[in-house]
């Protein structure tokens, strides 16, 4: 069970705007910056998202991310089929003591 | 550029340790933690802890407390992990993904490649 709860998948169609969310509580995304990583099938993953909506240099801008309260959101516009990957939410937790991730999200883009 | 290069894969017995190499290039080996993730098959990632390069510090996830320990050889610019106690359901693929120089800001910004370690008697 993790401390960040994601929906398992998504989908989306070419061209299309999909948004993820990755819930959290006080302690953790309430308190700290959220990232985010996507994790293309069978590599290491790559950071996509830092400060809750900082993008890497290299990182489109079709991809973006915000936080609000205790929840975050990934939004990929202009949807492309190598989209297609599982995306990990991650946040420091105060109460933890340690780094904890979402269960990730597969996304297909159909 | 930055180039995280892991050692290969393992298998061990249950009960055995592993040991995971991380060797580093591209920047100031001393001036960023390391951090450590597991992700089992099919799973999700799971963070395990980081070391200070500089100082050789370091923090264990509560769950890999006792079995874990991170260390590292400034000199060749390594950094190391190694699980003891392994049971079946530490067959996973660990990864190094390097950290900021606090460890508690933008973590996991390069990673390696990953390890397969896979326990089976």
């Known amino acids: 069970q993790s401390v960040l709860t994601q929906p398992p998948s998504a989908s989306g169609t070419p061209g299309q705007r999909v948004t993820m969310s990755c819930s959290g509580s006080?302690?953790?995304?309430?308190?700290?910056?959220v990232y985010w990583y996507q994790q293309l099938p069978g590599t290491a993953p790559k950071l996509l998202i830092y400060?809750?909506?900082q993008r890497p240099s290299g990182v489109p801008d079709r991809f973006s991310g915000s936080k609000s309260g205790t929840s975050a959101s990934l939004a990929i516009s202009g949807l492309r089929s190598e989209d297609e990957a599982d995306y990990y939410c991650?946040?420091?937790?105060?109460?933890?003591?340690?780094?904890?991730f979402g269960g990730g999200t597969k996304l297909t883009v159909l | 550029q930055v180039q995280l290069v892991q050692s290969g894969a393992e298998v061990k017995k249950p009960g055995a340790s592993v040991q995971v190499s991380c060797k580093t290039s591209?920047?100031?080996?001393?001036?960023?933690?390391m951090h450590w993730v597991r992700q089992a098959p099919g799973q999700g990632l799971e963070w395990m802890g980081w070391?200070?390069?500089?100082?050789?510090?370091?923090k264990y996830a509560q769950k890999f407390q006792g079995r874990v320990s991170m260390t590292r050889d400034t000199s060749i610019t390594t950094a190391y992990m190694e699980l003891s106690g392994l049971r079946s359901d530490d067959t996973a693929v660990f990864y190094c993904?390097?950290?900021?120089?606090?460890?508690?800001?933008?973590?996991?910004?390069?990673w390696g490649q990953g390890t397969v370690v896979t326990v089976s008697s």
């Open positions: 993904a390097r950290g900021d120089s606090t460890g508690y800001y933008d973590p996991f910004d390069y």
């Open positions: 591209g920047y100031t080996f001393t001036g960023y933690h």
């Open positions: 070391i200070n390069a500089k100082s050789g510090g370091t």
């Open positions: 006080s302690p953790n995304i309430g308190s700290n910056y």
């Open positions: 400060r809750n909506n």
């Open positions: 991650a946040t420091w937790d105060d109460s933890l003591s340690g780094w904890v």
